[in-house]
């Protein structure tokens, strides 16, 4: 990989995406400031940022002669990209940092990569940390099978979490401090309130928090205020909610009490848990089959 200078593959730069510690400073790789002090083109996502980090890491842009650093976040990626192809295409190397993470996870990255894929431009990665994997393997759910969501939509949000309630691999979301509350409510309400969950704040850095619990307990925390960034953990469904009749969920408690001899209250909250339904679905199910009996 070259990390700074001209191109070395058939006349063409290339272009690395790389990660950015996501709080502490010093998950800083050594191939990470290497590459910025090597750099003659940055595009970051916030170049005031980008700068704050390099002092704190005691590092200079580019070395002696400086490096080219130019903003690339949501708003100018499209006129960006086209500006550092050229860049590329005339045998500079580009480097593309966020403000913390990958480049392309839910950041600026993505739509460079794929065009230079797209034109035969080398592609290569500096890996880091990354908030997804981080809060995953804190969060104390199951870490064989995941999926990331990124933050999930302003508008139709309960639709899209309705799509998710049978989802059986553990999700990972992004979201803003000022909307974790509304969007854990709805969560609790299309996969359940005790559907296990895990809200992580302000990972690797001074204040880290890992607030675990069911969905709807989790709501009911956040809604009074929570600060800094925020990943949002949520246990997958154990089988399809759709697939599951009244039947079967009260055979499934049924079966809890009398043949391991577990209590009842303790059985529903198993039986709702295993099959990704809201526990007063199961509840309400029991009780009425007992005092129908």
Known sequence: MVEGGAGASGGTGTLTLAGVPIGNVEDAPPRLLRALEGARVIAAEDTRRLRQFASRADVRLGGDTGARVVSYYDANESRRTDEL???????????????????????????????CAEEGIPVT????????TTALVVSGLPTDRFCFEGFPPRKG????????????RTMVFF???????????????????????????ELTKTYEEVRRGGLGELAAWAAEGVRGEISVVV????????????????????????EEG???KEAITRVAREFGVPKRRVYDLVHGVVSAG
């Open 262 to 264: 577990v209590r009842r």
């Open 85 to 115: 192809l050229g860049d590329l295409r005339s045998g500079s190397d580009v480097l593309v940092v966020t403000d913390a993470g990958m480049p392309g996870v839910s950041d600026p990255g993505y739509r460079l990569a794929a065009a």
């Open 235 to 258: 246990e997958g469904a154990r089988r399809n909610p759709g697939s599951v009749g009244d039947t079967d969920l009260v055979a499934a408690v049924s079966a809890l009490e009398e």
């Open 125 to 132: 990665a500096i890996p880091g940390p990354s908030a997804v």
């Open 175 to 201: 979201e803003s401090p000022h909307r974790v509350a509304a969007t854990l409510e709805a969560m609790a309400a299309a996969f359940g309130a005790d559907r296990r969950a895990a809200v992580c704040r």
């Open 157 to 168: 949000l309960s639709g899209y979490l309705a799509d998710l309630a049978a989802e059986r």
